[in-house]
Nanobody, 114 residues
């Protein structure tokens, strides 16, 4: 079955950086489109970024130019490099195999605070 395990979250000051990882198993990772989603306190699930099987990327306007999604099809891992973090980026971040997050991991908490 599909397994997705996120890691790399933590507490960071505004302007700082974090790199999230998602270890995957149970499916043919290299041919799947993959997604990062996030959920801020009191809000619904929000799409952050997508990478297709060929490495083409897409970003929400709120993170464009600051976040970079990437994948390693040998290690079956997905990444999200987050730079210039702001308090608005505080959320639980999920990797997912669909844009709605119906199949997602348990999430990793990112807190941006001074």
């Amino acid at each position: 079955q599909v397994q997705l395990v996120e890691s790399g979250g933590g507490l960071v000051q505004p302007g700082g950086s974090l790199r999230l990882s998602c270890a995957t198993s149970g499916f043919a990772f290299r041919i799947w489109w993959m997604y990062w989603l996030r959920q801020s306190p009191g809000k619904g699930l929000e799409w952050v970024s997508t990478i297709d099987r060929d490495g083409t990327t897409h970003y929400a306007e709120s993170v464009k130019g600051r976040f970079t999604i990437s994948r390693d099809n040998i290690k079956n891992e997905l990444y999200l490099q987050m730079n210039s973090l702001t308090t608005e980026d505080t959320a639980v971040y999920f990797c997912a195999t669909d844009s709605r997050g119906d199949s997602r991991g348990q999430g990793t908490q990112v807190i941006v605070s001074s």
